[in-house]
């Protein structure tokens, strides 16, 4: 009988498919490093709009300038001279340096800008004043004169402003003053600084130049001459025998009316210190103010 052969079991075990999320291939996008990335980009861009918004543009620059003057109008007696202030307003964006010069002169003048004043640097918005002297000659009297100056931006030379100065000769002019003397006078004081009027006793300046110092109004318009006593002097006797006291006036502002003529209008300008004191100095606030005067000797008395 044939025997039924045994046939051996295989050892070997069948696969068994693994489906679980572990068995994935390593070779696969790290999630951790997509989000690292992501991460590193928004960063990236929100620094970027915060430097942005902190940076300012630059401002648009612009340049502008206009001119006026104090007074106008002068009368002098032919070989004669008077004076102008001539006022400068920066009306640009910005600081700037502005030349001053003679544009025309048919009035055949001799003209002359205040010594360190042909160029003048004047902050955006502010005002600087410059004293013109203007010299006529013997031969132009009885006449009506005129010469033009100009002010001319350095920032944009294309800026520029000009002032007719108006003069006229059909004037005589009466005595010359001296040390001693008692005096009837006019007179517009300005700052320096800023050109704002601080006091005035010309009836045109309060009409027509409204640019004053805090407090000044038409409550302080006053139209009468002003009288100076002993003009020239610092004591009796002193530097004149014809000096019966001190003069009563402050110190640049009675010099300057030392040697005028009645009728003639000249301006001076004044340090504080021959003014009213450097700050901290007095008590009246025009301390330490460099000033402008325009004086017109009205008479000697």
């Given at each position: 009988?044939?025997?039924?052969?045994?046939?051996?079991?295989?050892?070997q075990?069948?696969?068994?498919p693994n489906?679980?999320?572990?068995?994935?291939?390593?070779?696969?996008p790290?999630?951790?490093?997509?989000?690292?990335?992501?991460?590193?980009?928004?960063?990236?861009?929100?620094?970027?709009?915060?430097?942005?918004?902190?940076?300012?543009?630059?401002?648009?620059?612009?340049?502008?300038?206009?001119?006026?003057?104090?007074?106008?109008?002068?009368?002098?007696?032919?070989g004669?001279?008077?004076?102008?202030?001539?006022?400068?307003?920066?009306?640009?964006?910005?600081?700037?340096?502005?030349?001053?010069?003679?544009?025309?002169?048919?009035?055949?003048?001799?003209?002359?800008?205040?010594?360190?004043?042909?160029?003048?640097?004047?902050?955006?918005?502010k005002?600087?004043?410059?004293?013109?002297?203007?010299?006529?000659?013997?031969?132009?009297?009885d006449?009506l004169?005129?010469?033009?100056?100009?002010?001319?931006?350095?920032?944009?030379?294309?800026?520029?402003?000009?002032?007719?100065?108006?003069?006229?000769?059909n004037?005589?002019?009466?005595?010359?003053?001296?040390?001693?003397?008692?005096?009837?006078?006019?007179?517009?004081?300005?700052?320096?600084?800023?050109?704002?009027?601080?006091?005035?006793?010309?009836?045109?300046?309060?009409?027509?130049?409204?640019?004053?110092k805090?407090?000044?109004?038409?409550?302080?318009?006053?139209?009468?001459?002003?009288?100076?006593?002993?003009?020239?002097?610092?004591g009796?006797g002193?530097?004149s025998?014809?000096?019966?006291?001190?003069?009563?006036m402050i110190?640049?502002?009675?010099?300057?009316?030392?040697?005028?003529?009645?009728?003639?209008?000249?301006?001076?300008?004044?340090p504080a210190?021959?003014?009213?004191?450097?700050?901290?100095?007095?008590?009246?606030?025009?301390?330490?103010?460099?000033?402008?005067?325009?004086?017109?000797?009205?008479?000697?008395?």
């Open positions: 009988m044939a025997r039924r052969a045994n046939r051996k079991k295989s050892s075990k069948a696969a068994i489906y679980r999320e572990d068995s994935k291939s390593a070779s696969g790290d999630p951790k490093l997509a989000i690292i990335a992501l991460l590193l980009v928004v960063l990236l861009i929100g620094s970027g709009l915060y430097l942005s918004s902190i940076v300012e543009e630059a401002p648009e620059v612009s340049y502008g300038v206009q001119a006026n003057l104090l007074t106008n109008d002068h009368k002098t007696e032919a004669y001279d008077t004076d102008f202030v001539l006022i400068i307003i920066n009306t640009g964006s910005i600081t700037d340096t502005f030349d001053v010069n003679l544009k025309s002169n048919d009035g055949g003048f001799t003209i002359s800008i205040e010594d360190n004043f042909d160029s003048v640097i004047v902050e955006k918005g005002r600087k004043p410059v004293i013109i002297n203007v010299e006529t000659s013997e031969s132009s009297k006449l004169l005129y010469a033009y100056m100009e002010v001319r931006s350095r920032g944009d030379p294309t800026q520029t402003a000009e002032v007719k100065l108006n003069v006229d000769t004037h005589n002019f009466g005595n010359q003053t001296s040390t001693g003397d008692s005096v009837s006078v006019h007179y517009a004081g300005i700052l320096a600084s800023n050109t704002k009027l601080f006091d005035s006793s010309m009836e045109y300046i309060w009409d027509n130049y409204m640019y004053r805090d407090g000044v109004t038409d409550q302080n318009r006053h139209i009468s001459t002003l009288n100076a006593n002993n003009i020239g002097c610092d009796e002193y530097p025998s014809d000096c019966e006291g001190g003069r009563g110190k640049g502002f009675d010099a300057k009316m030392v040697g005028m003529y009645e009728g003639q209008t000249l301006s001076v300008r004044i210190k021959d003014a009213y004191g450097e700050a901290g100095q007095s008590s009246s606030d025009l301390a330490g103010e460099d000033l402008i005067f325009t004086i017109e000797m009205v008479s000697i008395d």
